[in-house]
Every structure is written in C-alpha cells, then in structure tokens.
C-alpha cells in the first residue's frame, strides 16, 4: 500500500494525448462528460469491495498522469482499523466521519485545481453521496448543496469482478490488515453505482495496464 498523498510524478499534471486503445470500452453510467478538454481539473474515485485492486489500479492511474493519489486506508481511525482486524465489518457510524474527512480532501484539490485520485470502497450509493456533497449528503434538515460548497464533480471507476478472484487475490496478499474473511460482509454491502450517478465499471479480471488504459479512456474522451 502506498502512503496517503503520495505526488506521483510531482510535475505539473500533463493531461495531453495520453495512448488510449481504439475502442477502450468501459460500462458507463451517469451524465455525459465533455472530455478533458473542457473540464478544469479531474477527480476520480477508484472504488469497489476489499481486493478488488483500487490501491494497485488507483496509484498506477495516479502514478501515470502525475496526478496526487491518496488512499482511503490511511484515514481510518485506530478503531476502525482495529475492528476491521479483528474480523468486524465497519457500519454506517463508522465510516460516515470517515469519509467526511475524505470529502474534505477532494474539496481542498478541487480547490487548488489540482487532478487527484482516491483509492476509496465507497460502497453505498450514500457513502459515495458523501464524497461528492460531504456533510450536506445527510443533513435531512438541507437538503440543498450550500452555494459556497457546490457538489464536487467526481468519476466514480467501480472495479468490478467475481468473488472467487478476488478472494484468492486477498488469500496471497500479505502484511494487510483487512482480513480475506470480511470479503462476504464487503459483497453485501456493495450496491453498484448506477444512473445518474457519474461511473464507469472497469473488470478487475483484465490486466492493470488495460484497466488503466479503460480509464484514461473515460476521463479524456468523455
Ligand atoms: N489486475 C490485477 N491482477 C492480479 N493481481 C492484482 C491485480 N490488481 C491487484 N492485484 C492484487 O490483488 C491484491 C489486492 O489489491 P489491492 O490491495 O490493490 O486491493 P484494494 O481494493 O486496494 O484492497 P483493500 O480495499 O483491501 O485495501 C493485491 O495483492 C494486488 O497485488
Ligand atoms: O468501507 C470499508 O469497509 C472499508 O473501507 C474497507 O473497504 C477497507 O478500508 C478496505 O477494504 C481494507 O483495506
């Protein structure tokens, strides 16, 4: 796992003519985007259960377009962490100030105009209505996007894949306090991204060049 915040490339971010595959084709869901070109900066979520690969695939996609890439596992709490090794699944209460805290991170990027990508379970379509609204996403009581605070435009990209791979990926992985076991837990809990939300589902059984490649795809031609 990488550090959080890791600048990789640490030059400016170059978003010119990156080599995309004539008909790189990942499902795609949510509102049309207008290629790089027409957008100031880009944000992307790279998303999805236990092992399913979003530090491996996000930190290569980061790495490759000299983007910022932080990793979702460097904010837990001690607590969470603990209660995930010792075999628990997080709830809603535990993961909420999590992903405040990772909202707080976009918007500050967002801020400075700086493209970046987050290695993040998300899960819940509500846990990823946090990360675009932060705190507003479940403040029943305003129900509107503050003025000063506008919905952060973020890519979601689901890693997507059989149970079976992925547990077998976990069962060699090592020196990870996630246990292989929670990977059940991470299933039902999973509820894929649809429409309208802003995705594209990428296979986690293709190789980590393609996967990276489908993606710069969906960012740059939109
Ligand atoms: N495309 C791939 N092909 C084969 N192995 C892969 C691929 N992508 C990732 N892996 C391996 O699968 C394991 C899980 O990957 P990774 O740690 O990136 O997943 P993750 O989604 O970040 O997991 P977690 O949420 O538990 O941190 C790692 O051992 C990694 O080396
Ligand atoms: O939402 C969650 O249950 C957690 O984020 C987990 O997904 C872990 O952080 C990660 O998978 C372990 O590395």
Same mark, same amino acid.
């Given at each position: ?16 003519s ?13 509102p ?10 880009v ?20 790495? $490759? ?26 709830n ?13 991170i ?29 705190a ?10 503050? $003025?000063?605070?506008?919905a ?14 992925i547990?077998?990926?976990?069962? $060699? ?50």
């Amino acid at each position: 796992m990488r550090s959080s915040a890791a600048a990789a490339g640490g030059g400016a971010p170059e978003r010119a003519s990156p080599q995309l595959p004539p008909s790189a084709g990942a499902e795609r869901g949510g509102p049309m985007r207008g290629g790089a070109a027409g957008l100031a900066m880009v944000l992307v979520v790279v998303m999805g259960v236990s092992g399913a690969g979003k530090t491996t695939v996000g930190s290569r996609l980061a790495a $490759k377009l000299g983007w910022k890439f932080y990793d979702a596992d460097d904010y837990h709490s001690p607590e969470n962490k603990k209660k995930m090794a010792e075999g628990i699944p997080l709830n809603d209460e535990d993961r909420i100030p999590w992903l405040w805290a990772l909202h707080d991170i976009l918007r500050r990027e967002h801020s400075s105009r700086q493209d970046a990508v987050l290695a993040c379970s998300a899960l819940k379509k509500m846990y990823r209505h946090v990360l675009v609204s932060g705190a507003s996403a479940i403040e029943s009581n305003h129900p509107e996007q503050p $003025k000063e605070n506008p919905a952060l435009q973020i890519l979601f990209v689901h890693l997507d894949g059989p149970a079976d791979v992925i547990a077998g990926r976990l069962e $060699k992985r090592r020196g990870h306090f996630m246990p292989p076991e929670l990977l059940k837990s991470q299933f039902d809990t999973l509820e894929p991204p649809c429409t309208p939300e802003n995705f594209i589902t990428v296979s986690l059984e293709k190789s980590l060049p393609e996967m990276v490649l489908e993606i710069e795809h969906a960012i740059f031609s939109g």
